[in-house]
C-alpha cells in the first residue's frame, strides 16, 4: 500500500503519526498546500520513532487542483489518497484520486447546499450527493472511495453496523451523541473560547439545516440547534447539552444499515451555540467574499475565513487543554432476545493522554485514529469493496477487534465502550 | 459662515439635510471619500427644496490626510469644518482644519487607548486626550474646537450645563442614559439584527473599559458591561437595561460641570451585549489586520472592518425600522430649593417622523440636529469662545429655547422634556 496524504494540518499530521506505529504500508507521502507543514510532521516521527528510511515523503500540492492530486498520486504510484482536508476539497481530491487510478478515503463528504425555497424541512443538495452520484465511475473503475472514514463519520458508522449485526433484531433509533468536556485555558489559566476543530466546519456543519432520517420519511431537514437534549456522557464527562447538526452519519447508515429513524446531536453547550448563532446573525458564516477596505485598498474576503483566522489553530491547543472527548452511538429497538434493548456505544479520547503519546490534541487524534484502522484492514484485504462506500459497508467486527486489541498484541490499544442503558430510563 | 462637512454618511447626510432648512451660512461643501455620496445629498436636497443656487457645493476629500482637508478648507474659504465621519479620522481632520485657520465641530472625540496593565480600573489614554493637549494651540491661534457635539456627547453635555445652571445647587450624579425600543424587519417581515448605528463605534464605545468620573478619585475605568441597571425611558420606550459604556460626557462635563459622580449608561438590551461579547471572544472586534486567505492570495484586512461590511449600512435601515430612540441626561442631587431632586432631561427621536421628513432614520437623525444647531448659535455669535471647548463651556438656555422653538417661529422644533421623578421611587 502506497498512501498519499493529502493536508499535514491536524488531523493529516496525526494519521501520520499513528500511522509510524503500524508497518502495514510501504510508503506514505505527507502533502500540504504548505510543503514546510508536511516536512515538520516528518521530523517529529523521525524524532520520535528514528529514520524511516524514505517510508515518509513530504510534498507539495494544491487540494484544490484535481490535476495536482493525480499528478502527485502518480509520481508516488499511490494506491491509496487519505484526504485530510476540510471538505471543500473533496470534490477535487476526490477526482484527482480517480483519475490517477488509486483508492480514496476521506473522513467527510462533498457539501451539502440547502433547499431553496424550504431549507428548514426539505434537503436540497444533500451531504455526499456530490459523491454518490459517481459511484458508477469508481464501480467502473474497479476502485474504492471509502467516505466519512473518521471518527464521526466513520467509527460511529462502525458501531452502527455493529449494532445491526450482533445486538439488535430491530433498530428503532441509530443516534450518534457526540460530547466532551474539554477546557482550553489561557498563559494566565483563564478559561478562552477556542473550538478544538477546525472553526470552518463546525460552522458548516452546526449552521447549515441539520438533516433527519425516517424509515417512512425519507430525509427532511429541521431548523438548526432544533431537538436539544441532555445526554449523559461516559467516563466523568457527564451530562451535555445536544441539538441536531447536518452530519454524515444521517446519509450515510440508512444506506446500509435498517433502521427507522437515524439522527445526529452534538453536544455543543449553550455558549457555543450562542456564538454561531452570533456569527449567523450577523453574516461572519458567509462564505462568499465581501469587499472590505484594507490598507492596500478594498479586497475581497470570506468572513468565515476571517473567523477562522482569528482563533487559535486548533491543533496547537493541545497543551492549553483538559478534558475528555466522547464520541458514539445510541441505539435503541429490540435486541437479540426481542425484548427491548437501548445501548450506547462509544470511544473516549483523553487529551492528557493523545499529548503524552503523540503530542496531538484528542479531538483531532480520535478523528485521525480510524481512517488508519480503515487502512490497515483494506491493506491487509479484510475489507474491500469496489464503488462509493461508507463505513456500515464494511464488516464491523474486525475494525472494533483491531481497535482494541493490545498494542503489545499488534492491535491500537483503544478500548471502545458499550453501556446498556434500559434501565436507567 | 462657510460650512466644510466632511463626510456625507448617515451623519452627514442627515446635517446636510437638516441646515438646508435654514438659513444661517451662507455655504456648506459637503464633501466625502465617495463623491457620489456627497453629489447624492445634494441631490436629495435640491429636489426637496429646489435649486440652493450654489449653497451647497459637493467635493472629494480624503479625510484621512489632514492636507487635503486643509486643501479643499482653504479651496472653499471655509470658516468652519465640521467632522461628520468614524472617529479614527478626528486627529486628521482637527489637524487639517487648524492649519487652514478654520473652527472645528466634531461629535466624538479622539479614541482612548487602555491601560496597559490595569485597564479595567485605570485609564490610559482617554477620550479626547490628544484633542485637548491640543488646546493651547487652538488658544494661540484664536480658534474654537467645539468637541463632541453631537446628540451624545452633544445634547446630553448642554443639559448637564442646563441642570447645573438652572435645576440644581448641587449634583450627585450626571448620568447619561440612552436607550430605544427600535426593530428592524427585513422583506419578510422578520426581525434582523442591524444596529442603527455604526457598528465600528459601537464596538468601539462598548468593548473598551467604561469609565467613570468621581469627584474623590477622579476618572477611572471598570471590565466593560459593568453596573447593569434597569432604566426607565419615556414615551413608550419603557424598561431598557443599561451598562456602563465609554463616552465622551464622562470626560466632557466634568471639565466644566461641579458634580460628585459622571456616568455614561447605554440601553444596548441583552440580545447586543451578547453579540458584543462573542465579537470580543473571537477576536472579531480587533482593528489590527490579521492574514487572511482570498482568492488573490492572503491579505491583511482588520476583523472589525469584516464585521461593519457584512451589516446593511444604518444609514438605509430607515424604511424597514420602527420605534423611538431617547437620549437624556438623569441627574440628581439638591434642587435650588435645596431639596432632594431627581430628573430626566431628554429628546426623544421617533423614527417615522423622521424618514417622513427628511428620508433619514432616526438615531442619525437625532445625531445630526444638533451640531447644526450649535453652528446657528455660533454663526449668530451667541455662542463663542476659543480653544478647545466641549459644550457645556457655553450657555444652555439658547440651545434649548433654539431646539424648542416651533419651526413657524424660526426654532428647529424639536421639543425636549423634563421628568421630575423622585416621587417614583
Known sequence: ????????????????????????????????????????????IESKHGSQDGRFIAAQIDASNPDDVTRVALEHGATHVMNAVEPKFVPTIFAGALAAGADYLDMAMSLSEPHPTNPHSETGVKLGDDQFAQAPDWETAGRLALVGMGVEPGLSDVFARYAADHLFNEIDELGTRDGANLVVRDEAGNEIFAPSFSIWTTIEECLNPPVVWEKDRGWYTT????????????????????????????????????????????????????????????????????????????????????????????????????????????????????????????????NEWTMAEYESQCVVWQTALNPVIALELLAAGTWSGRGVLGPEAFDAEPFLELMARPEADGGYGQAWGLEDRLNEH
Chains 1, 2 share one sequence.
Open 223 to 350: 431548523a438548526p440547534f432544533s431537538e436539544p437534549e441532555i445526554f449523559h456522557f461516559p467516563e466523568g464527562i457527564g451530562p451535555v447539552e445536544c441539538v441536531n447538526v447536518e452530519h454524515e452519519e444521517v446519509l450515510l447508515m440508512p444506506r446500509w444499515v435498517d433502521a427507522k429513524r437515524v439522527t445526529f446531536k452534538y453536544g455543543l453547550g449553550d455558549e457555543f451555540i450562542g456564538i454561531l448563532k452570533t456569527l449567523n446573525q450577523l453574516g461572519l458564516d458567509r462564505t462568499d467574499p465581501v469587499r472590505v477596505r484594507s490598507a492596500d485598498g478594498p479586497v475581497m474576503v470570506a468572513p468565515r475565513d476571517v473567523v477562522a483566522a482569528g482563533l487559535p489553530d486548533p491543533a496547537t491547543l493541545g497543551p492549553r487543554m483538559t478534558g475528555k472527548t466522547c464520541a458514539g452511538l445510541w441505539v435503541t429497538g429490540l435486541g437479540k432476545d426481542n425484548n427491548p434493548r437501548e445501548v450506547y456505544l462509544y470511544h473516549v479520547s483523553d
Open 1 to 44: 500500500m502506497r498512501i498519499l496524504l493529502v493536508g499535514a494540518g491536524g488531523v493529516g499530521n496525526a494519521i501520520a503519526k499513528i500511522a509510524a506505529r503500524r508497518t502495514f504500508f510501504e510508503l506514505m507521502v505527507v502533502s500540504d498546500y504548505d510543503l514546510a507543514r508536511a516536512e515538520a510532521t516528518i521530523d517529529w
